[in-house]
Every structure is written in structure tokens, then in C-alpha cells.
């Protein structure tokens, strides 16, 4: 594909589901970001891939997120027990590289927690 | 936590008119300063970028203005066209870690 793309595009669910959110990068980039935008603000960093490695997850706002990325490419992002307050636009970037390479950012996930 | 303040939230130009937004940080620790476009329902796009060893770099009607010694850079946009009305992020990127950081963001319009 040309770009990043995310899905699904839009998720509503009850508060206390679990979700599952996805995110397939640029062909051959091995780095790989989940953002969080709530409506207003600019994307918050969650956690970045690089490789099959979560190299830093220190913006996981608690132990109900979790991402992974078994193979290198696909990655998924997982929120346990779902709060309204986890309502907010994710978005997933992939990079070539690490540092300072452009980060391409897909069209990103609505969810919304009822 | 934000470390980038943007300014101002929102603009209105006419078409043709220099629209110029504003970011400044506090930490020198970063080595990158880029600015994304986001228009609605689509993810950000990176629009121009700087690093710190220049005071300035143009890329079309885009500009970036860059002042290390205040910690500041803003955005410059030539000619601005109804086109143009977007979101704009300033970011930043620290020499010792991977993510960016954003700043609030500054809604743009550009009427005809």
C-alpha cells in the first residue's frame, strides 16, 4: 500500500468492552508509533516499535493498554475495560527508520467509549 | 505533558495574507522541529522541518524561522490560499528519545 492504513475507522463501544485497534505501516518501515489526539489537542505518544520490540512505552497511560507487533509490520493496539475517557482519535505512524526520519501517519482510529 | 506552547489557536487570514504561527519550548534537548498539516478525518502530514544548526529554511510558500537562543520557531506561509486551512502542529524531537512532541495545535482558515 502507499500509505498507513488503520482500522477500523471509526469503533463505538460500551464502557468495560475490550477493543482491538490496527494499524498496518509503509512496506519495509521499521519503526512504528501509536499516538493518542483527543478532540483539540495534538497527538499524545503512546508507544514506539522497533522491530518486533516495544522500545519505549512510557506513554501507555496505564495497564489497560497494550500494543503488539509479532512480526515486525502489523501492529495492534489493545484497551482492556474501556473507560469513556479513553474516547479519543488514535493514531498510528511508521518511520524507515529511527530518530529523526519522517513519520508517516495513517488516518487514524475514532473511538468512542459510550 | 506538553513541552511545546503554539500559538495562536485559531486564524483567520484573507487569501494572499502571511499567516504566522508561533511555538516555543523550554528544554534544549532536541535535535528536530517539524510542522504537520492536518486537515479533518485525516492523520498529520509533515509540511517542512528544521534542525537547530539553521535560523531559517523555505520549502515553497512554506517557511520556518528558527531562533535557538529563545527557544523559539514559528511558521510562515506565503501567499496563503483557501487550500490551506488546516490544522497545523508544531513538534519537537528529543536528541535522547523516538516520539514527537506536539504542540495544541492552531486551526487555520483562509478566506477567499
Known amino acids: 500500500g502507499a500509505g498507513v492504513s488503520q482500522t477500523p475507522s471509526n469503533k463505538v463501544t460500551e464502557k468495560g468492552k475490550y477493543v482491538e485497534l490496527r494499524c498496518d505501516p509503509i512496506s519495509g518501515h521499521t519503526a512504528l508509533y501509536w499516538y493518542r489526539q483527543s478532540l483539540g489537542q495534538g497527538p499524545e505518544f503512546l508507544i514506539y516499535?522497533?522491530?518486533?520490540?516495544?522500545?519505549?512505552d512510557s506513554g501507555l497511560p496505564n495497564d489497560r493498554f497494550f500494543a503488539v507487533r509479532p512480526e515486525g509490520s502489523v501492529s495492534t493496539l489493545k484497551i482492556q475495560r474501556t473507560e469513556r475517557g479513553d474516547s479519543a482519535v488514535y493514531l498510528c505512524a511508521s518511520a524507515s527508520g529511527q530518530g529523526t526520519d519522517t513519520q508517516y501517519f495513517g488516518p487514524g482510529t475514532r473511538l468512542t467509549v459510550l | 505533558q506538553q513541552q511545546v506552547k503554539q500559538s495562536p489557536q485559531s486564524l483567520i487570514v484573507q487569501k494572499g495574507g502571511i499567516p504566522i504561527i508561533n511555538c516555543a519550548y523550554e528544554?534544549?534537548?532536541?535535535?528536530?522541529f517539524p510542522w504537520y498539516q492536518q486537515f479533518p478525518g485525516k492523520g498529520p502530514a509533515l509540511l517542512i522541518a528544521i534542525r537547530p544548526d539553521v535560523s531559517e529554511k523555505k520549502e515553497g510558500r512554506f517557511t520556518i524561522s528558527f531562533n535557538k537562543s529563545a527557544k523559539q520557531f514559528s511558521l510562515h506561509i506565503m501567499d496563503s490560499q483557501p487550500g490551506d486551512s488546516a490544522t497545523y502542529f508544531c513538534a519537537l524531537h528529543s536528541n535522547s528519545g523516538y516520539a514527537l512532541n506536539f504542540g495544541k495545535g492552531t486551526s487555520l482558515l483562509v478566506t477567499p
Open positions: 528544554n534544549t534537548a532536541f535535535d528536530y
Open positions: 516499535f522497533q522491530g518486533t520490540g516495544a522500545a519505549d
